[in-house]
Every structure is written in C-alpha cells, then in structure tokens.
C-alpha cells in the first residue's frame, strides 16, 4: 500500500491478556516508531528502529512492553498481561532515514489502534 | 537531550483571526523542526518542517512558521483562520547530529470560533 498500515484498528481486550498491535511501513522506510497516545494527551514515544542499529527503548514504560521489527518491514508491538491505564491509541510511523547528508524526511503515520483495556 | 514545549493546550480563536501556536524546543544540536496536525478521527499529517534551508518555513493550508534560534523557538502562524483549522497540532524535533528520534510535544487544540 502507499501509507502506513495499522492492524487492528481497533481492539479491545480483558485486563491481563496479551496484545499483539501490527504496523506495515512504507516501503523503503527505514525507521519506524511507535507512540502512545492517552485520551486527551499528546504523543508519548515508546520505540525507534533504524535500519540495523539496536532499537531505541527507552520509551517503554514498562517490562510488559516490547516490540520486534523484521529486517525493514513489518514491526509488532506486544503488550503482556494488559492494565486498564494501557487503554490509548497506539501509534506507528515510518520514515526514510530521518537524515541522509542534508536531505530530511517527514514521518508518516499510521491510523492507529485504538486500544481498550476492560 | 532534545525536548519541545507548547505552550497552550487549548487555543481559541475567531474565523478570520490570526492563528499562533507555539513551540518551543531545547537541542544541544542543531534541529530539525516540524509541525502534524490531526483532524479530528484521522492520523497525522506534516503541516511543514525546518531543515536549516530558510528560516521562514511555509507549508500547507496557508500555515507557516519561523524558526528563531535566539528565542529557540518555532511558533505556528496562520493570518486568518478558517473552521476547517479545527485540529490539534504538534510541534516536534529531531537532531541533525545527534538522536535522529522525533521528539513531539504535548499538542495544541484549536478550535476555531464562528
């Protein structure tokens, strides 16, 4: 596809159960993000991959989150044992290599999954 | 470490009034500097972005921004407002020779008044 593609779009899920959140950049992209966005706030960044370099973590609010990209393309993020507060919208973007030399390239965003928690 | 501030969680304004959002940043690099804008039920879009050519940035839908290293700031400006308008936006940095990671603030909800 041309955009980013999220899946599903929508999950709802019981406290204490896992969660798989899919994101298929861009082709060609070679950075991804994830982000989480609560209700009524703003972007809080969870992971980085770029190309080949070790993922940036350090958005993670917990042990319970993780994330795994294959090679540059499809990227999941999985939540354990789901908590009400992990209820936003997850968020997923793609770029090509934020810079190359002089030439910057916007992120491009997903839809989203948005997320319940009960 | 990088960070964006802005300032306002919520702004109002009238259709036809000037629009300023702000954005303030803190690199110790220099930055690339950008604005999304989410309407309402949609994902987010590049409004426009600063990448060191032109301090003057103009983007889509009639919006601009500034980037002033002296006040490290990268405010968002439109002259007249329009209903369509209606959206949140987020400033966001990342740095040119430094953590390539988008940062982005908290957002900014506009809302336009009739």
């Known amino acids: 596809g041309a955009g980013v593609s999220q899946s599903p779009s929508n999950k709802v899920t019981e406290k204490g159960k896992d969660v798989e959140l899919r994101c298929d950049p861009i082709?060609?992209?070679?950075?991804l993000y994830w982000y989480r966005q609560r209700l009524g706030q703003g972007l809080e960044f969870l992971i980085y991959f770029q190309g080949n370099s070790a993922p940036d973590k350090s958005g993670l609010p917990s042990d319970r989150f993780s994330a795994e990209r294959t090679g540059e393309s499809v990227s999941t993020l999985t939540i354990q044992r789901t908590q009400q507060e992990d209820s936003a919208v997850y968020l997923c973007?793609?770029?090509?290599?934020?810079?190359?030399?002089?030439?910057?390239?916007?992120?491009?965003f997903g839809q989203g999954t948005r997320l319940t928690v009960v | 470490a990088q960070s964006v501030t802005q300032l306002g969680s919520h702004v109002s304004v009238s259709e036809g009034a000037l629009v300023l959002l702000r954005c303030n940043y803190s690199?110790?690099?220099?930055?690339?500097l950008f604005w999304y804008v989410q309407y309402p039920n949609q994902g987010l879009q590049l409004l426009l972005k600063?990448?060191?050519?032109?301090?003057l940035v103009k983007g889509i839908n009639g919006f601009e921004a500034e980037f002033k290293k002296s006040e490290t700031s990268f405010h968002l400006t439109k002259p007249s407002a329009h209903m369509s308008d209606a959206a949140e936006y987020f400033c966001?940095?990342?740095?040119?020779?430094?953590?390539?990671?988008?940062?982005f603030g908290t957002g900014t909800r506009l809302t336009i008044i009739p």
């Open positions: 600063y990448t060191s050519a032109a301090t």
């Open positions: 690199s110790s690099v220099p930055p690339y």
């Open positions: 082709s060609g992209h070679t950075a």
């Open positions: 973007a793609s770029s090509l290599e934020v810079r190359t030399g002089f030439i910057v390239t916007e992120a491009f």
């Open positions: 966001a940095v990342s740095e040119v020779f430094g953590n390539e990671k988008l940062t």
